[in-house]
């Protein structure tokens, strides 16, 4: 039904999100005519598992193929947003180190996080999600205006290999419940966050070549391009 009137919507001119998110159960039935065993629980928690892992796989497909597309924060964090629908969660929270600390070399080796993260990016499930820069001190844990007084809050590390790139800082009443789903996206949000800050280090680099190669009072190419 859902399909039909996205169809009917875009058939006829008028505005349809790009994004709907459809819930679907399972339904068990003994299409065979076969009486039902007394282990019927155990059958349907083991094809849920099943179900459950194949569409983690196809999770972890989809969502490196649109990540990898992203060249900037804002874009990497709308498409997180997009596959977190797949676990149950009230706010996201995504909190990153200071660049400029960690490589101005304040950093010692056995040290993993700056002394300041900035809040970068707040996910709302099924309501919005919108980008910032707020610094803050990282044993705040969060900015003050969204710590909530007697909330439970779940903490997860940001990191690549061997870099640390921050946190994520979850609200939710189901921890239970993440389980793959949420490791696949974490993975892929760490994953595609150090190819964003790589893209964007390389950007700047071009960008100082190129005005490298300009003279400063004239704005004509100078020797180095000639």
């Given at each position: 039904?859902?399909?039909?009137?996205?169809?009917?919507?875009?058939?006829?001119?008028?505005?349809?999100?790009?994004?709907v998110?459809?819930?679907?159960?399972?339904?068990?039935?003994?299409?065979?005519?076969?009486?039902?065993?007394?282990?019927?629980?155990?059958?349907?928690?083991?094809?849920?598992?099943?179900?459950?892992?194949?569409?983690?796989?196809?999770?972890?497909?989809?969502?490196?193929?649109?990540?990898?597309?992203?060249?900037?924060?804002?874009?990497?964090?709308?498409t997180?947003?997009k596959?977190?629908?797949?676990?149950e969660?009230?706010?996201?929270?995504?909190?990153?180190?200071?660049?400029?600390?960690?490589?101005a070399?304040?950093?010692?080796?056995?040290?993993?996080?700056?002394?300041?993260?900035?809040?970068?990016?707040?996910?709302?499930?099924?309501?919005?999600?919108?980008?910032c820069?707020?610094?803050?001190?990282r044993?705040?844990?969060?900015?003050?205006?969204?710590?909530?007084?007697?909330?439970?809050?779940?903490c997860?590390?940001?990191?690549?290999?061997?870099?640390?790139?921050?946190?994520?800082?979850?609200?939710?009443?189901?921890?239970?419940?993440?389980?793959?789903?949420?490791?696949?996206?974490?993975?892929?949000?760490?994953?595609?966050?150090?190819?964003v800050?790589?893209?964007?280090?390389?950007?700047?680099?071009l960008?100082?070549?190129h005005?490298?190669?300009?003279?400063?009072?004239?704005?004509?190419?100078?020797?180095?391009?000639f």
């Amino acid at each position: 039904r859902a399909a039909v009137d996205i169809l009917r919507n875009l058939f006829e001119g008028r505005e349809q999100e790009q994004y709907v998110y459809i819930p679907v159960g399972i339904s068990y039935g003994g299409s065979c005519g076969c009486v039902l065993h007394d282990n019927y629980s155990s059958i349907r928690e083991l094809y849920r598992e099943k179900e459950y892992l194949k569409s983690s796989i196809m999770l972890n497909a989809y969502a490196n193929v649109d990540m990898e597309s992203c060249n900037s924060m804002g874009e990497l964090f709308q498409t997180a947003y997009k596959y977190s629908y797949h676990f149950e969660y009230q706010s996201i929270y995504i909190c990153l180190c200071d660049r400029t600390e960690t490589e101005a070399g304040e950093l010692s080796n056995e040290e993993k996080y700056t002394d300041r993260v900035s809040l970068r990016a707040v996910l709302r499930r099924g309501r919005e999600c919108y980008t910032c820069n707020e610094e803050f001190d990282r044993k705040q844990i969060l900015p003050d205006k969204y710590r909530k007084i007697n909330d439970t809050i779940y903490c997860y590390p940001l990191h690549y290999k061997n870099h640390c790139m921050g946190y994520v800082v979850m609200e939710t009443n189901e921890p239970k419940t993440l389980k793959q789903y949420f490791v696949t996206w974490m993975l892929a949000l760490s994953n595609y966050l150090d190819k964003v800050y790589i893209y964007q280090e390389n950007q700047n680099l071009l960008q100082f070549r190129h005005q490298s190669a300009l003279d400063d009072m004239t704005g004509l190419y100078n020797r180095r391009e000639f």
